[in-house]
């Protein structure tokens, strides 16, 4: 058995003490041209506020079409707007014309796209019905209603995930919530699932992650049955169980349900509502809001006895393959609903507030970055069950007028962010001289890879 300190040549025997000084010589002369570099990125979002609607903005989507971003809302009337990728100011979202005829007083809408290609299904009176525009890049687009008119009454949630397929459910005569999707094939075609849900919930979204489709809705969930003694007398019990129902469906075939984010305590109203599904860069992003209990930050941990102490909060999560999700981060910035979606070179939350932050690579973006590497004074990493990795970096003061600042003052390493530092290695080639290939040395029968 090899020991410490020793090493086995190509013939398979241990090399002497001189072969060890003469491969550890050998290994320094290589090696002295070591060198390594260290990047610092941006990875969470540093959301700052865009606009204001100024509306409850009720029933809003959002999709990306190209180099834009498309929402729609109710505010008294039907409302569609874009944004175009260089749009700097609130001023940037410019309203679209909406057929006079699509404007109602309520409704379900979803948004969809391919490209520049928008699509908008809608459930009014009994009738899905569908407007389209081709291109929304044109500089005055136009939606025009299409021959979609699907009667089905009960609807209660609308969720498209393309200009050709879009989920659904309505209620039976037994009022239970059965799952369709709505298709185009030379035809507008339902197929029902077999799916049929027994309990309320709040809102439902679809989205197209890969290979499959993802049906997620917030609501109830089966309830909790239990018994206690008060007496002599044992009574049942029922507790309320809330949370987010995700199916999958590949092929036209559904998933059992799995659930996410449950709490299986009755409080006032849904404590999981408002729920949006989005796609991009190979992930699927859930909003939704999430009823929280905010405790103080000493060490006692108490309830902030304020009336902001328990309270619904916008959450976000992110998942790669729709079935398993990250734990749900809250965003205290933007209002419910909103969708998180990128454009250029920025990550949108589009709500009735609408924040955006830099690119991020949270979100699959390529990140702003900081070359730190002259600043670094050490760095330390250490393997066991676990990689840990620590960095640190100088920060000298430099000539500023009036009064001198630190050198990484303002910088990206010095902002309250989530950050990834990245450590390259690799070697300095001295690349003065060209590398000459001598051909007679090459075998005309064999290939290689140079």
Known sequence: MIKQGEAIGQSGEVLSANELNALAAADTAVTSNLSYSAIIEQYGPDWAFHDDIVTQALYLDCVRAGD?????????????ERLAVEGESISAWQ????????NRASGLISLVSSGTHVRVFSYHEDIIAALDCPDVSVTSPEFMPTSLAHSLSGVVALAAVSTSKVYLSYLTSQSNHRMAVLEYGTSWTRTDSDIYWPFPFDSLDAVTLGDRDVVAFSGDLPPLWGTRAIGTTVKSEFNRVQGIVIFTVRNGRWSDYRTFDVVDRDVYGYSRMQLR????????FMTYNRYLIFRKAD?????????NSKRMAP?????????????PEVVLKPTLPFIVLPLGDYLYAVGRKTYRSHACSWAGMTPRRQDVTDYVLNVDSTAGDIRS????FANPYVAASPLPKTALSGTLIDLDLRLTLKLYLGYFADVSTPFVLDESLLDSTDTYLL
């Open 68 to 80: 834009y971003l498309i929402r729609m809302y109710w505010d008294t009337t039907w409302k569609i």
């Open 95 to 102: 309203a679209l014309t909406v057929p006079s005829g699509f």
């Open 277 to 284: 599904l989005s796609a991009a860069n190979g992930f699927a």
């Open 299 to 307: 060490d006692t941990g108490a309830i902030i006895s304020t009336g």
């Open 315 to 327: 959450v976000v999560s992110r998942s790669r393959n729709g079935v398993d999700w990250e734990f």
């Open 389 to 392: 990795t620590t960095a640190e």
